[in-house]
């Protein structure tokens, strides 16, 4: 697959000279604020994580199979910046009826428009690849009511909200609506 990038982003697996930088993204107050749910990152369970980017082969991923995670880095200095993913899986015990887009973006770059820059190079990556493997295009982001700024990326994205839960707001997103 051809490497992505968008206009001022590349995508790419994280690379381990980027270890503590990924470390100290994943533990900042506006990444914990909303996956509370997750145990603190440490540098070990970081650089399996980071292996793991890279044995998928980059790009070489089947989404309805694994989780393609892939860091962000500024075309301009190839900063790291933060994360975007597509997956149908919440853990090992958890397989959802959809993919699901999901990003994050560290604080000193928040509020540039990267989250939105990133979901979109995702999910049109994502849609080309669920059409390719035969599969329903369909998007899922799923966002807790309060979380508003994550919420306007996935409209800005173009995603529809679909319905609410107890805790979050369902957002779709399928080559129809585009």
């Not at 989404?63 to 880095?73: A, T």
Request: with cysteine; glycine share 6%; hydrophobic share 35%.
């Amino acid at each position: 697959m051809e490497q992505i990038l968008s206009e001022r982003l590349v995508y790419c697996p994280i690379k381990l000279e980027d270890l503590d930088t990924y470390v100290k993204f994943r533990n900042e107050k506006s990444y914990r604020q909303w996956f509370y749910f997750q145990e603190p990152l440490n540098k070990e369970t970081a650089r399996k994580a980071i292996e793991l980017m890279h044995n998928q082969s980059g790009y070489a991923v089947n989404i309805l199979q694994e989780p393609f995670d892939i860091g962000l880095y500024l075309k301009e200095n190839k900063e790291f910046i933060g994360t975007v993913s597509l997956s149908k899986f919440h853990g090992p015990q958890e397989e959802l009826d959809y993919v699901e887009v999901g990003y994050g973006i560290g604080e000193a770059y928040q509020n540039k428009g990267y989250a939105t820059e990133a979901a979109k190079a995702a999910v049109n990556w994502g849609l080309k690849s669920l059409a390719e493997l035969g599969a329903e295009p369909v998007i899922h982001g799923n966002v807790e009511h309060e979380n508003f700024p994550s919420r306007r990326v996935l409209e800005k994205t173009g995603f529809q909200l679909i319905r609410t839960e107890k805790y979050l707001s369902i957002y779709e997103l399928n080559k129809i609506s585009r």
